[in-house]
């Protein structure tokens, strides 16, 4: 079993910067990707970013430019360094991480318990 813990988050002026952190923790094999989700309410959790093992992150349009993915795969160890917030940003934002074992035949995501970000105007 693979727990994943997040750190950072809160409250913070539109313009400003948060920086969160993610650790996995656990019976890990192969993480083959770590990235980051965020979700409102009423609304589907959406990929902020992410970056398998070896490649380059990859993020959505509404934060490219202003947020960073930084993974270090040797430590199993994701981070999510946000500027120039808005307050459409505002959202529960969830540490991912795909992880294969030596029984998967393909790797299984797993979830943070999220950490509120807030932007205010």
């Known amino acids: 079993q693979v727990q994943l813990v997040e750190s950072g988050g809160g409250l913070v002026e539109a313009g400003g910067s948060l920086s969160l952190s993610c650790v996995a923790l656990?019976?890990?094999?192969?993480?083959?990707?770590m990235g980051w989700y965020r979700q409102t309410p009423g609304k589907e959790r959406e990929l902020v970013g992410s970056a398998a093992v070896g490649s380059k992150p990859t993020y959505a349009d509404s934060v490219k430019g202003r947020f960073t993915i930084s993974m270090d795969n040797a430590k199993y160890t994701v981070s999510l360094q946000m500027n120039d917030l808005k307050p459409e940003d505002t959202a529960v934002y969830y540490c991912?991480?795909?992880?294969?074992?030596?029984?998967?035949?393909?790797?299984?995501?797993?979830y943070g318990q999220g950490t509120q970000v807030t932007v205010s105007s």
């Open positions: 991912n991480a795909y992880h294969l074992s030596f029984t998967d035949t393909h790797a299984k995501p797993y």
């Open positions: 656990g019976d890990i094999f192969t993480i083959t990707s």
